[in-house]
């Protein structure tokens, strides 16, 4: 097992949150001290995939410790040094306009916020309906954004979709790897799911 800290920070793309359960327990698996780290919304929404509260109690069961899902609770992560790397996984477009915009009103944005500040690195997994569409200038400026790498992401249905993107989470872990050396991971724009 790898010795990393690892933030696992959830917004609400409430539709891959199955996925990003997957994702986090092979972060706990591989580097495992993991924070669960989640936006207002996730930590009170319940929806059509799930409810909140047994998501928050998954994430706990995972990491083994609570879930930080307050800006008060988010804050130290920076002075103190608390976390190697964040992983926002889904990364909703709402939150890319935010970190684009250096926005700071949720947990999750504050602990980018408390990363960035230190020179650490924040990896995104995008999942935004509006990827090719509204959310895109702000994936352009955060791919600009020095310590920010994004998990390589593809459309998910260009057919019934065409501007929504989705990150393929298998590849965090890779991403991670690449983040840390202060690269970004290749292909970042991956072909259809399954090639």
Request: proline share 5%; net charge neutral; charged share 20%.
């Amino acid at each position: 097992m790898e010795q990393l800290r690892v933030g696992f920070a959830l917004t609400g793309s409430f539709c891959t949150f199955s996925k990003a359960m997957t994702a986090l327990e092979q972060l706990r698996a591989r580097y495992g001290d993991v924070t669960a780290i989640v936006s207002e919304h996730s930590a009170d929404t319940d929806t059509r995939f799930g409810n909140a509260h047994d998501f928050m109690r998954e994430m706990e069961r995972i990491c083994d410790k609570r879930v930080i899902k307050s800006i008060v609770e988010a804050e130290p992560i920076g002075p103190k040094g608390i976390l190697d790397v964040l992983v926002i996984a889904p990364c909703t477009g709402n939150t890319l306009a935010k970190m684009a915009s250096g926005i700071t009103d949720t947990t999750v944005t504050m602990a980018a916020k408390a990363m960035l500040r230190n020179g650490r690195p924040v990896v995104v997994a995008v999942s935004t309906n509006d990827g090719l569409s509204g959310s895109c200038k702000n994936i352009g400026a955060l791919l600009e954004k020095k310590n920010v790498y994004f998990v390589p992401f593809r459309q998910d249905d260009p057919t019934g979709k065409p501007t929504s993107l989705v990150a393929e989470m298998s590849l965090i872990p890779e991403t991670i790897d690449a983040a840390l050396r202060g690269s970004q991971l290749q292909p970042l724009l991956l072909g259809p799911s399954g090639k």
